[in-house]
């Protein structure tokens, strides 16, 4: 029987998505379910038939998961941000295990089980950084599934409270003063987003990104500032970011500093860092010392080796690794994070740490070139993963141990497999919950040195 739009079906659900969505099968056909869960009996209705897959949604339930609960969210119907309020925790993070175990064995050909995910002890109010979008009304909150219609969000349960009052503070402050948010079809408006860092002491420093020339002054930028201190009176600094570039990318090149000041301070694993708006740091403290933990765990140092950290951003793995290494060699293509980790090691006062600007791939084959041989390798890319290159750089350099943090199991999978075919075999994974609500999963993974060599 074909499967049409329109159709009503009673299904059982075999499987989840990272987002979600449970997976059903009719007549061998893949049919998505939205927010359908593992073991549910459900009648679905047929929204859209492509050449290989469907895609429902749940007319009823006929037999829930004893893991279902009812979404904690009053915006949970329409934001875009969390994906698993109807289920359990447990579940959630199982199905976070089974994605990261089914990813490296399917793509990465890796014979392996992960025994062990590190889930959050609170899954709520953990992020550190939100970037809320700006539309007319004016709303200030995050994107619908799928689109980019900003819903208005008064308080996201994944954000600290300091967010929600900054957000309303703009919100008032625009509405007051005939603000006009950004348009992004017929790029007009001025206000774009709203951009908020906090830090473990309950400090937050925010950014408002607008659609203007660099330099150009705002009009009622101190109303502004008042109603933001006002808001957070535990705020160190506003700023506006200037961005008039058609571009889906949040943040400009420009920054000037409205008042206070233009970093922001935290600490992580014992350490001291130093903040910029355009630093990269893991939004959730808690779950990034148990996954910098793990790497400098699977990274086995005795105090002599010498490591390389690509993609070190800020230096917070390469610090952590210092203080069990002999020397620490990072790399970051981002010139501020790159001064901000220079500053942050030395502000903790580790002296065997160094950090190069440059791309993962250029620099290392750079320094490849000039002889360093490091014993051990850790890349923490983004989630395209590594380009073919670094994979090959990395192992010509023949380090003992490669430890690879990971934000997306697929291509994590993918890299695993580029390494095995030359010679570096996955040893051990675990798998961190970096990001309790939502579809993503971090994966700590160790690939070992096969051939015999250390170049």
Known sequence: MAVKEGQVHRVHVDNCTAEGDGVARIDGMAVFVHN???GELVDIKIEHVGHSAAWAEV?????????????DCPYDVNCGGCCFRHASYEEELEVKRRRVEDA?????GVDITIDTIHGAASPDRYRNKAQFPVAQGPKVGFYRPRTHQVVDIKDCLLQPSQCS????ALRRWMAAHNIPAYDEKRHTGLARHLYVRTNRAGEALCCLVVNAPAGQALPFEEELTAALRAAVPSLTGAALNYNSARTNVVLGREFRTLWGRDRLEDTLCGL???LSPRS???VNRDQCEVLY?????????????????LYCGIGTISLVMAKRAGRVVGVEVVPEAVEDAKENARRNGIANA??????????AKRLLGQGLRPDVVVVDPPRKGLAEDVVDTVAAMGPDRVVYVSCDPATLARDARRFGALGYAVKRAEAVDMFPRTGHVETVCLLSNETGRHV
């Open 354 to 363: 160094e950090f190069w600007r440059g791309d993962a791939s250029d620099a």
């Open 280 to 282: 990269f740091y893991q």
């Open 293 to 309: 933990g793990l790497a400098a765990e699977f990274a086995h140092l005795a105090g002599t080796e010498t490591v390389l950290d």
């Open 165 to 168: 009052a900054l957000a309303e």
């Open 36 to 38: 359908a869960l593992r």
């Open 104 to 108: 490296l064995r399917r793509i990465g």
């Open 272 to 274: 001291a860092f130093r």
């Open 59 to 71: 007319e009823r339930i006929v037999e829930p998961s004893p893991e279902r609960r009812e979404p």
